[in-house]
Every structure is written in structure tokens, then in C-alpha cells.
């Protein structure tokens, strides 16, 4: 099978369904498709179904601004979350447009024809080409097929089971068990309350500490507004209340961090009296890594009235019945839970190539934080790493479309991030010290030193941008007329 459409989709997660919505919103009349690896709508929603997943940021700012959230948790579950987008999805006619099934393999850019051909692999082993003016890549950036494990000495010889939670067995009983959760970042914090009702205990055993804040599980606020107000306006007020809180407060750590680690560090001291301090003490300032939000105190609860620990220790190794410590402790364990993180991906892991020329993501420089140097008509959807995914997502789904109607304003068939442009230094894409970060450092897109190449963590001042942009800064454009001689050298 093979066809042609305007845009081409890759992802039919929160990321895919609202650059959708933005694409009909703000750019009527094109065509578009959706290809998904999956068999539903959801990505990180429908992926993750470990006990207790759930938002690790309010769902005012995670949610579509242009479609209300008016479920009474602020911090919701992941069930929530997917009917959510399943619902937006329907109610705007997004999944019709949406071809499951559909894993993308290879994407070829051809400046002769100003197209992209785009090759997917079908479930039932055949193979899918759709040819695209511009390719939307909002498959996020971690793999699907496969988490970040650690290789822990004497795993092999663990006579329980070893779960990690990015594939969850539906199966799993760990009622009355001793578990173990290995790692201290958002996915343990959210294991340990929610493992820990039904467990016989529940161990959180982190090599680092993590930050943790301590925030309602509901706005209280917002949903008495909601019975005498729109929804929508509710909606909007309490998204920009969230958002200058959430975006306030990293600024103020990061402007402050004597003084934000002292707060963070006294709060978490008084609502778990008796850990020990080391337990509770990261050694990096704060937002050097992502901080962890619990939902109404939940993780501390559950260890105040013993049914969770945390232990701060590495791994020695593995044993037939637990883990051993290199303080000579040693924890039993039935089950044992290794939410050590991620593996972070470039380009949803899709073979690019410009006229032939594969491409390397190393090498691209990230432009407006959603285009790159020298690649032709294709964006890349990333949120941000210190706020809702969601507030900067946003921006990218109105950038796109604005792109569009450029082109066809200006009788552009593509256009080109120029890539001769002054960058400035090499940073990071994503700006935290976190492993599996780090890890991906020589995978993923950088960052120049300024704008329009600097990847920023500041949604006032993108949002500022957004408004003002300039779509023809360090832009390289090819008319329509110019077809197909035009061949500019996008090495």
C-alpha cells in the first residue's frame, strides 16, 4: 500500500493527538495520517500499567489546553489518563485518521520531489509506504521494546521474579510478598504507596536520593469553580496557575539552591520522622535531576505506618532470596522490581535519510526545540523536563502549523534549518544530570548556546517566542517553481 498525504504522524500518543487537533485547528484542509506502533491510543498511558501509575505533574498543564480536564483529581491515574485521550481523540474525529498496528522503519527525504517516503513494518508482516510533504515525529524519546536494566552480579541466581515496570505481567500477585524496588526516581516513589497496601513490605533500595514535594491530589478550588463556571475558563485559569507555579518554583531553585534544598530537604524531614537523614539527602542541588511529586503525602504514609522502607545502599549482589548490600545487609525479597529508567531513543529509532544520506541525530542541531539542522519539513515533538510535557508540546503543534501556512503563503515547497548557522557551544537537549540522560548523551540531538538553537527549559520566555517568532530566522527556503533543480547541500 502507498499514498500520499500533507503530514505524516508518528505517534498516537498525547504528543500525536493534539499536533492532530492543531493541524485542523490551525491549518484546515490538509491531509493528514497517524501511524502507530501500538494497538491503541495512549502511548506512555496505554504502555506503562504497573500498580498505581499515575501523572508526576498536575493535569492542568498535562492535559490539551483546547479540551477541559474535569476529572476531580489534579494528579490522575493512568486509566484516567488514556480514556481522556481516547476521548479527545474521538470527539474531534482524530481516530479515525489513526492506522494502528504500523511500526515506522525508514524515512527518506528527496529534495528533487520535497517528499518524504516513510516505510513501516504492518503486524501481519507486510510492509506500509506513505509519502508525506512533512514528517511529525511525536513518538516521544525513550523505547518501547525495551527499558534501561543495570547487568546487577548474580541476577541469574534470584529464585524470585524480576519486574521491570515498563512491562508489567497482568498476572502479577505480590499480595503478602516481601518486594524490593530497585531506584528512587518517579515510578518507585509511585510503586511503594500503592504496592505497599497489599504487600507484606515494600522496599525502596536507592543508590541516590531523590527530592520529593509533597502535593494535593486535588484541586479543591477548581472543582467547586467547575459547578458554577465553564469549563473551559476553569480549565484556563487553573492551567497558567499551575504552569507559573510549576515553572516559579524551578526557577526559584535554580536561582536558589541553598535555600530550595533546605525547604525541600525540612519538608520531607517532618513527614518522615525516623528515616535517616541520608536517606532523605540527594547530593545534587535541586532540578539536577527531575524532582518527584507524591500525590497527598502517599509515600510518606506508608512508611510512617511501617508497610514501606527506604534504604539507601548499593548492590553487592543477587542471591536466591533477596539482595545483598555492600553495607552486609541484606534484603529478602519474593519479587523484586528494577524501576532503574529508561532507555532514551533518537527520532522515534527511525532510520532518517536526506537525498540518500543517512542521518546521524548526534550531529543535527535542535532548532526552535522542535526542527533540526539541515533536515527538510520534519519535526520532533519533546516536552519539558521541568514541567507538563504538555506546556511546551503545545507550542510545537502551533509552530507546525503556522510552518505550513507559511510555506503555502510564500510558494515554499520545503524549508531547511540553515545548517551553516552560528550555534554557539554544544549543551545538552535535555538539561538534567539524570542516568539515563546521561546515558544518551552521544544518541541525542544537542543544543547550540542561542536562540533560535538554544533548548530552553523556560516556558514563559518559549512561550514569549512563540508569539513572536520569526519564521524565517536562519530558515534556508525552496520555492515550488525551483523544483526539482533544487539540491541544496544539507550535509
Given at each position: 500500500?502507498?499514498?500520499?498525504?500533507?503530514?505524516?504522524?508518528?505517534?498516537?500518543?498525547?504528543?500525536?493527538?493534539?499536533?492532530?487537533?492543531?493541524?485542523?485547528?490551525?491549518?484546515?484542509?490538509?491531509?493528514?495520517?497517524?501511524?502507530?506502533?501500538?494497538?491503541?491510543?495512549?502511548?506512555?498511558?496505554?504502555?506503562?500499567?504497573?500498580?498505581?501509575?499515575?501523572?508526576?505533574?498536575?493535569?492542568?498543564?498535562?492535559?490539551?489546553?483546547?479540551?477541559?480536564?474535569?476529572?476531580p483529581k489534579a494528579i490522575a491515574d493512568g486509566d484516567d489518563i488514556r480514556h481522556y485521550l481516547e476521548a479527545t481523540a474521538a470527539k474531534h474525529g482524530i481516530t479515525d485518521r489513526i492506522r494502528f498496528g504500523r511500526r515506522v522503519t525508514t524515512a527518506e527525504w528527496s529534495s528533487?520531489?520535497?517528499?518524504?517516503?516513510?516505510?513501516?513494518?504492518?503486524?501481519?508482516?507486510?510492509?506500509?509506504?506513505?509519502?508525506?510533504?512533512?514528517?511529525?515525529?511525536?513518538?516521544?524519546?525513550?523505547?518501547?521494546?525495551?527499558?534501561?536494566?543495570?547487568?546487577?552480579?548474580?541476577?541469574?541466581?534470584?529464585?524470585?521474579?524480576?519486574?521491570?515496570?515498563?512491562?508489567?505481567?497482568?498476572?502479577?500477585?505480590?499480595?503478602?510478598?516481601?518486594?524490593?524496588?530497585?531506584?528512587s526516581g518517579a515510578t518507585a516513589v509511585t510503586l511503594l504507596p500503592s504496592m505497599a497496601k497489599d504487600a507484606a513490605k515494600v522496599t525502596m533500595l536507592q543508590r541516590t536520593p531523590t527530592y520529593v514535594l509533597s502535593q494535593p491530589g486535588s484541586d479543591p478550588v477548581a472543582n467547586?469553580?467547575?459547578?458554577?463556571?465553564?469549563?473551559?475558563?476553569?480549565?484556563?485559569?487553573?492551567?497558567?496557575?499551575?504552569?507559573?507555579?510549576?515553572?516559579?518554583?524551578?526557577?526559584?531553585?535554580?536561582?536558589?539552591?541553598?535555600?530550595?534544598?533546605?525547604?525541600?530537604?525540612?519538608?520531607?524531614?517532618?513527614?518522615?520522622?525516623?528515616?535517616?537523614?541520608?536517606?532523605?539527602?540527594?547530593?545534587?542541588?535541586?532540578?539536577?535531576?527531575?524532582?518527584?511529586?507524591?500525590?497527598?503525602?502517599?509515600?510518606?504514609?506508608?512508611?510512617?505506618?511501617?508497610?514501606?522502607?527506604?534504604?539507601?545502599?548499593?548492590?553487592?549482589?543477587?542471591?536466591?532470596?533477596?539482595?545483598?548490600?555492600?553495607?552486609?545487609?541484606?534484603?529478602?525479597?519474593?519479587?523484586?522490581?528494577?524501576?532503574?529508567?529508561?532507555?532514551?531513543?533518537?527520532?522515534?529509532?527511525?532510520?532518517?535519510?536526506?537525498?540518500?544520506?543517512?542521518?546521524?541525530?548526534?550531529?543535527?542541531?535542535?532548532?526552535?526545540?522542535?526542527?533540526?539542522?539541515?533536515?527538510?519539513?520534519?519535526?520532533?515533538?519533546?516536552?519539558?523536563?521541568?514541567?507538563?510535557?504538555?506546556?511546551?508540546?503545545?507550542?510545537?503543534?502551533?509552530?507546525?502549523?503556522?510552518?505550513?501556512?507559511?510555506?503555502?503563503?510564500?510558494?515554499?515547497?520545503?524549508?531547511?534549518?540553515?545548517?551553516?548557522?552560528?550555534?554557539?557551544?554544544?549543551?545538552?537537549?535535555?538539561?538534567?544530570?539524570?542516568?539515563?540522560?546521561?546515558?544518551?548523551?552521544?544518541?541525542?540531538?544537542?543544543?547550540?548556546?542561542?536562540?533560535?538553537?538554544?533548548?530552553?527549559?523556560?516556558?514563559?520566555?518559549?512561550?514569549?517566542?512563540?508569539?513572536?517568532?520569526?519564521?524565517?530566522?536562519?530558515?534556508?527556503?525552496?520555492?515550488?517553481?525551483?523544483?526539482?533543480?533544487?539540491?541544496?547541500?544539507?550535509?
Amino acid at each position: 500500500m502507498t499514498d500520499h498525504v500533507d503530514v505524516l504522524i508518528v505517534g498516537a500518543g498525547l504528543s500525536g493527538i493534539g499536533a492532530a487537533y492543531r493541524l485542523q485547528e490551525r491549518a484546515p484542509g490538509r491531509t493528514y495520517a497517524v501511524l502507530e506502533q501500538r494497538d491503541a491510543i495512549g502511548g506512555t498511558w496505554d504502555l506503562f500499567r504497573y500498580p498505581g501509575v499515575r501523572s508526576d505533574s498536575d493535569m492542568y498543564t498535562l492535559s490539551f489546553p483546547f479540551e477541559p480536564w474535569t476529572h476531580p483529581k489534579a494528579i490522575a491515574d493512568g486509566d484516567d489518563i488514556r480514556h481522556y485521550l481516547e476521548a479527545t481523540a474521538a470527539k474531534h474525529g482524530i481516530t479515525d485518521r489513526i492506522r494502528f498496528g504500523r511500526r515506522v522503519t525508514t524515512a527518506e527525504w528527496s529534495s528533487q520531489d520535497a517528499t518524504w517516503t516513510v516505510t513501516s513494518t504492518v503486524e501481519d508482516g507486510s510492509t506500509e509506504v506513505v509519502t508525506a510533504s512533512f514528517l511529525y515525529l511525536c513518538s516521544g524519546y525513550y523505547s518501547y521494546e525495551e527499558g534501561y536494566t543495570p547487568d546487577f552480579p548474580g541476577l541469574e541466581d534470584f529464585e524470585g521474579q524480576v519486574v521491570h515496570p515498563q512491562f508489567w505481567p497482568e498476572d502479577l500477585d505480590h499480595a503478602g510478598k516481601e518486594v524490593v524496588v530497585i531506584g528512587s526516581g518517579a515510578t518507585a516513589v509511585t510503586l511503594l504507596p500503592s504496592m505497599a497496601k497489599d504487600a507484606a513490605k515494600v522496599t525502596m533500595l536507592q543508590r541516590t536520593p531523590t527530592y520529593v514535594l509533597s502535593q494535593p491530589g486535588s484541586d479543591p478550588v477548581a472543582n467547586l469553580a467547575r459547578k458554577v463556571l465553564p469549563a473551559s475558563l476553569v480549565h484556563q485559569v487553573a492551567r497558567l496557575r499551575y504552569a507559573v507555579m510549576t515553572v516559579g518554583f524551578y526557577m526559584f531553585c535554580r536561582a536558589f539552591p541553598k535555600a530550595s534544598r533546605s525547604i525541600l530537604l525540612g519538608l520531607t524531614g517532618k513527614s518522615m520522622p525516623g528515616v535517616d537523614r541520608a536517606s532523605l539527602t540527594p547530593p545534587y542541588k535541586p532540578w539536577d535531576q527531575r524532582l518527584c511529586v507524591v500525590p497527598g503525602g502517599d509515600l510518606y504514609k506508608a512508611v510512617r505506618d511501617g508497610s514501606a522502607a527506604i534504604v539507601t545502599d548499593v548492590i553487592t549482589e543477587f542471591t536466591p532470596k533477596g539482595v545483598a548490600l555492600a553495607s552486609g545487609e541484606h534484603l529478602d525479597a519474593d519479587i523484586v522490581v528494577t524501576a532503574t529508567g529508561l532507555k532514551l531513543v533518537a527520532l522515534g529509532q527511525i532510520d532518517v535519510s536526506i537525498d540518500g544520506v543517512k542521518v546521524d541525530p548526534h550531529e543535527l542541531y535542535t532548532y526552535k526545540g522542535q526542527m533540526f539542522s539541515g533536515v527538510p519539513n520534519l519535526a520532533w515533538c519533546v516536552g519539558y523536563t521541568n514541567a507538563s510535557w504538555t506546556l511546551r508540546a503545545d507550542l510545537t503543534w502551533k509552530y507546525v502549523a503556522d510552518y505550513l501556512n507559511h510555506l503555502d503563503a510564500h510558494g515554499y515547497a520545503y524549508g531547511i534549518p540553515d545548517p551553516d548557522s552560528d550555534f554557539g557551544h554544544d549543551a545538552r537537549l535535555l538539561d538534567l544530570s539524570s542516568g539515563y540522560i546521561a546515558r544518551a548523551d552521544e544518541l541525542l540531538p544537542r543544543s547550540g548556546a542561542r536562540t533560535p538553537w538554544k533548548v530552553r527549559q523556560n516556558w514563559f520566555l518559549d512561550s514569549w517566542d512563540a508569539r513572536h517568532t520569526d519564521l524565517d530566522e536562519d530558515m534556508v527556503w525552496v520555492r515550488r517553481e525551483d523544483l526539482p533543480a533544487a539540491k541544496p547541500d544539507v550535509a
